[in-house]
């Protein structure tokens, strides 16, 4: 089975830019995670969808927002970006309640 | 607070040592799972464990979830430099997946 894959592995943007990351789950998965990683707040969770809905919610902004589609693809998209939002951004995939596995995640860069 | 604390932070130590991270918790999880990060990757997972008092061996490595499950351990034989990079542990309870802080491990040749 292909791993969780995500999309673009690199970005560069500037303040006041808005951004769109995508991944997709393994095959047959249908819980997709989106975390934010920064080398000092480690690994902040925030949000899970699950059949399209999202399930659960981490403490970040509105400007954090999500979807998945119907094959389970998710995308997540924050607008206005800040400078305190450059991150490795990692999506995970899992089936219903068991173990997460992550993709290779994107390096969002804010200048 | 962080529902999972793990220890310690950082370990350095020389090849051929071993050595052993600690995941804590006052919370029960269904299931606790070790993973592995390289710089600039996504977490690799090593082992899911699920039953209380259950160890697992993969090579050199040996995990332990604790008998009530809320604690785990991850103990390391004869580390070699390819063991170096974070260790995360995370623990699922009802559909939700709670991170510790990850123990940053670099083992010197």
């Known amino acids: 089975k292909a791993g969780v894959t995500q999309t673009p592995r690199y970005l560069i943007k500037t303040r006041g830019q808005q951004v769109t990351l995508s991944c997709s789950p393994i095959s047959g998965h249908r819980s997709v995670s989106w975390y934010q990683q920064t080398p000092g707040q480690g690994l902040q969770f925030l949000f899970e969808?699950?059949?399209?809905?999202?399930?659960n919610k981490g403490n970040f902004p509105g400007r954090f927002s999500g979807r998945q589609f119907s094959n389970s693809r998710s995308e997540m998209n924050v607008s206005t970006l800040e400078l305190g939002d450059s991150a490795l951004y990692l999506c995970?995939?899992?089936?219903?309640?068991?173990?997460?596995?992550f993709g290779p995640g994107t390096r969002l860069t804010v200048l | 607070t962080q529902l999972l604390e793990q220890s310690p932070q950082f370990l350095s130590i020389q090849e051929g040592e071993n050595l052993t991270v600690y995941c804590n918790s006052s919370s029960v999880f269904s299931s606790l799972q070790w993973y592995r990060q390289e710089p600039g990757e996504g977490p690799v997972l090593l082992v899911t464990v699920v039953t209380g008092g259950e160890v697992k061996k993969l090579k050199r490595l040996t995990f332990q979830f604790g008998d009530a499950r809320k604690d785990s351990s991850l103990h390391i034989t004869a580390a070699q430099p390819g063991d170096t990079g974070l260790y995360l542990c995370?623990?699922?309870?009802?559909?939700?997946?709670?991170f510790g802080s990850g123990t940053k491990l670099n083992v010197k040749p």
């Open positions: 995370a623990g699922e309870r009802f559909n939700k997946f709670y």
């Open positions: 995970a995939s899992s089936t219903e309640g068991d173990e997460q596995f």
């Open positions: 969808y699950f059949s399209e809905t999202q399930r």
